[in-house]
């Protein structure tokens, strides 16, 4: 395990009968404050709630998209009236600044089930394949409901992550069972009680909170397709357990987003978006700003520039002032924090800002700058995960480039130039899901646009037409477009005609320029 790889709270120990003996302490990062307690579910109690949900999803997939489009913006206008009250568990329950639960977990979210709503029954409509050979015959892909889905999803973002990629899948006439992080169970608990206010079929959607043993279970309790979001090695275990059972699942794991400095860039905008896209929910975030490479003609002002405006971020408790940056989720987040200072300061790095805890109550640790990096350090190579910004110069954009893509992780990466073009250049050749030109953590706001990552960063994609789609089951239905004959010529008895008939059509279809590529041409 690496110094940034995520550290959940341990399992609790077990009863002869499966069940657990403790319940799950939700505590404010800010304050200490024990905030309310949830029951770990047993594996037995998984399986209960997965058979609840597929009996409720049997009514609810036979419902046209439209429909179930429609009883799915209940639910959002229901998260409306009651936003700021989500926005102030948010901000409790993880420490992030209430502007940044507002914008952006119940705002995406809010956008995010209008774009789906708005758009499901089109994107989910039975869409015509045309045959390129086989014209007598029509090819149409329908959309069908999977089951049950399981969601596993992580603390960082509690709301807008596990309800996304509910509110997908129950738009695609499923239903779901939620398995929230250990560490903020009530957000996910909250989100439920809202969804039973509306009216729509409770056990249509369940949230069984637990540690990981639960999430083993969700994966365990016969569900149709597993949504996983978190660390590296833990998606590992869930894909490996998915495989064993053939389940398809999208892993949404780590990420080590580089961000670009060229030459030509607006230094002010670049420094800002450095500070925004390395700080926001103190840094835990899989699209952060991660590592930094600036031209050798910008580096210092970068530096700078960057030093000073994170000198005067505001931390602290958002729920008694106003802050711009957060607590840490729990202690072990700092301790890995203070490794990454430590392992780069010794191989020759500068804190220039911050590089401390801070003393409690609540857990903070400052934002943190670091220059003169290289690729040797911890700190460059590891997902930070916290308020930590490396600063490295490079020579030249080809060097960047280089650097950027000697990564195992591949979510999302930044590129600041005032020359547009470039920039889109530089990002085609960057490996990752996502790559944002003068912007940063933008794109996870584009409902339209698939989110996900390359290499360790994970496979399957939500967000965007295609995931909607992926997260039903696609049906093929082949039919006759003219009335077929009784007797097929190339069904039995085989004959040596038949054989020498499909030898001539071979060749004539695909030798050289074929007919069929003849054919494609007159058309
Ligand atoms: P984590 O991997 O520790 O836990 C994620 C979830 O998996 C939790 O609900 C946990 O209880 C559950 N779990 C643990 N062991 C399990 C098992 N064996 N089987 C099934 N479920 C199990 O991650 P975390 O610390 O909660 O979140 C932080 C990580 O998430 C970071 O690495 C971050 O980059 C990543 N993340 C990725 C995205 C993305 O979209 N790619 C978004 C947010 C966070």
Redo the contacts with the bound molecule.
Sequence with gaps: MGLGE?I?PPDPPKRANGSTTASIKSYAPATGELLGEAKVYSPVEVQAAVERTRIAQEAWGLLPVEERAERVLRFRDAIMDRAEEVVDLLARETGKPRHEALSHEVFALADLITYYCKNAASILAPREVPLHLLKHRRSVLHYVPRGVVGI??????PLV?PMGDTVAALITGSGVVI?????TPLIALKAKEIWDSTGLPEDLLQVVTG??ET??AL?DAGVQKIVF????A?GK??AA?CGEKLIPCVM????KAPLIVCEDADLERASRAIVFGGFANSGQV?IGVERVFAHESVYEGVVSRVTELSKKLRQGDSMAELVDVGAIIFPKQIEVAEKHIADAVAHGAKVEAGGQRKEGPGQFFEPTVLSGCSTDMTVMRE?I?GPIVPIMKVSSDEQAIELSNDSHLG?NAYVFTTDRDKGRRIAERIEAGSVVVNDVLINYACPETPFG?VKD??FGRVHGDDALRDMAEVRHINFDRIKPPSKDPLWYPYSHKTYQWSLRGLRALFSGRGLLQRIGELL
């Excluded at 596993?152 to 973002?157: A, D, G, T």
């Excluded at 398995?179 to 560490?183: I, L, M, N, Q, Y």
């Excluded at 979001?229 to 590296?232: D, H, S």
């Design positions: 995520q959940s596993i999803s992580p603390w960082n973002f992550i398995k929230p992080s250990e560490v540690f990981g999430g083993k994966i979001t978190g660390g590296v833990t275990r869930v357990a949404e794991l780590g990420g899989c997902e995960f979510l990552g960063s994970g």
